[in-house]
């Protein structure tokens, strides 16, 4: 994968894609990557992980989804689709497939296109 991609498959890129791909999709941000490769024994920096995960974004193996300020979270799951953001557990899910439709867009400015549109709905535990 990392071969056809364009990506040197490195010993840490091939720990973090494991990590990232072995999985049905994901929702992580670099943070709980670099945790779980820790944990896991690989031997990787912060600062690695944020490169790799944005090379691979860079290669289309993953999008970004910028959801709360300060965090980035990456998904392999690189298709068009909407997510739920969690705000007590800061979790990500997918919307399941065919449940949303976007009508009405405006239309964009001259001489652009619109080239996707993310859809986040924000989701907290039942107030009593």
């Given at each position: 994968m990392l071969n056809a991609a364009g990506l040197r498959?490195?010993?840490?890129?091939?720990?973090?894609?494991?990590?990232?791909?072995?999985?049905?999709?994901?929702?992580?941000?670099?943070?709980?990557l670099h945790k779980q490769a820790v944990e896991n024994g690989v031997p990787v920096s912060l600062a690695t992980v944020y490169n790799t995960l944005h090379q691979f974004t860079e290669a289309?193996?993953?999008?970004?989804?910028?959801?709360?300020?300060?965090?980035?979270?990456?998904?392999?799951?690189?298709?068009?689709?909407?997510?739920?953001?969690?705000q007590d557990s800061n979790d990500v899910m997918d919307v399941p497939d065919g449940t949303l439709t976007v009508d009405n867009l405006p239309v964009p400015p001259e001489g652009m296109e619109i080239a996707n549109v993310d859809i986040v709905i924000r989701l907290r535990k039942k107030q009593r």
């Open positions: 498959p490195t010993r840490q890129r091939l720990a973090l894609a494991e990590m990232l791909f072995l999985e049905e999709d994901r929702h992580v941000a670099a943070e709980d289309g193996l993953l999008r970004i989804l910028a959801i709360e300020g300060q965090r980035t979270y990456f998904d392999t799951n690189t298709s068009d689709h909407h997510h739920y953001f969690v």
